[in-house]
């Protein structure tokens, strides 16, 4: 989970270092900071980056090999009007350095976990003296609709299995994910393993195109019972000891995502389960004095059973 926030930051930020595009091939070079950070209400390790833009010879932004990460930053960052954490700076090795020489660099707060509701404000001082600063607010928490969710998959379900939250703020979107919690015997061990669950597929030129969910507003997700079967029977695909795996639920991890990452994401219309960014995108951007993304996100997970009949349909083992 790390590296992959780890990513999501990393990749945030280049929309905002790389060459200003115009009517001119290349225009005049003009230094901008960027500041990025996306608050996590799951975990208590929270990252920041600062970066600069950078000129390169031709119009090709992919010539740059120089890292543009900004050393020495002073970052802060306020809940409600008294309590404030610094992050510290720090960096992340990596074994392809092909593009830079060097590892990744960020900041870094350990220990702090906001609450839902929770207003925060940063502030990024570099040492050029100008002040970056952005504020978001963490997203509402849901809860699941039991009266109109499925809680249990069997034998007998119908056609599809749905799940329906109940909200408390409209202006928000939620990236559902659907996975089987499971466990398999490997040389006597049990290593607990999760197989994600398509959401739909789709015939194209005779070939299975499977889809996975994007974020959205919609405050329900209806996933086809014939996927779900596909995917317990992927568990242990060419393996005829069907003995070895232990199927302990089904669960459906929803991403709530702030008014500031709702917003990026339908500016810059992306596609996909991440917020990875192109160069050819339309701007946009929270922070005063610069530019970037200063948000939050937070994901909940809600547990379907299975009953045990429909798990020893597969020829796998009951969790009890």
């Not at 379900?157 to 979107?173: A, L, P, V």
């Amino acid at each position: 989970m790390r590296i992959t926030y780890f990513v999501i930051i990393i990749l945030i930020f280049t929309l905002f270092i790389s060459c200003d595009e115009s009517f001119s091939p290349k225009a005049p070079y003009d230094e901008r900071y960027s500041l990025n950070c996306i608050i996590r209400g799951d975990t208590s390790f929270q990252v920041a980056t600062t970066y600069k833009s950078y000129n390169v010879p031709n119009i090709n932004p992919y010539e740059n090999n120089e890292d543009s990460f900004i050393d020495g930053a002073f970052i802060r960052i306020w809940r409600g009007n008294d309590e404030i954490s610094i992050f510290r700076d720090s960096t992340m090795e990596i074994n392809d350095k092909s593009k830079f020489n060097s590892d990744i660099k960020y900041y870094y707060i350990n220990g702090f976990i906001p609450n839902e509701g929770d207003s925060l404000e940063i502030e990024a001082l570099l040492p050029n003296g100008r002040r970056l600063r952005s504020n978001t607010k963490i997203p509402f928490g849901v809860k699941r609709n039991e009266h109109n969710s499925d809680l249990i998959v069997t034998r007998s379900s119908k056609d599809f299995i749905r799940t329906n939250w109940i909200i408390k703020n409209q202006n928000q979107i939620y990236l559902p994910k659907l996975f089987i919690d499971y466990l398999e015997n490997e040389n006597g061990v049990n290593i607990r393993k999760e197989k994600i669950i398509p959401w739909k597929k789709l015939k194209v030129n005779d070939a299975i195109k499977y889809i996975y969910p994007s974020p959205s507003g919609d405050y329900f997700i209806d996933y086809d019972i014939d996927i779900i079967r596909e995917a317990m029977e992927d568990i242990s695909k060419n393996d005829t000891e069907k003995e070895k795996y232990t199927i302990i639920s089904i669960i459906l991890e929803l991403s709530v995502f702030d008014e500031n990452l709702t917003t990026y994401y339908f500016t810059v219309g992306l596609d996909g389960n991440s917020f990875a960014i192109g160069l050819d995108e339309g701007d946009y951007s929270n922070i005063e004095n610069g530019f970037g993304i200063f948000g939050s996100f937070f994901t909940q997970k809600f547990k379907i059973g299975l009953s045990k009949p429909y798990v020893n349909s597969f020829g796998y083992i009951f969790y009890e």
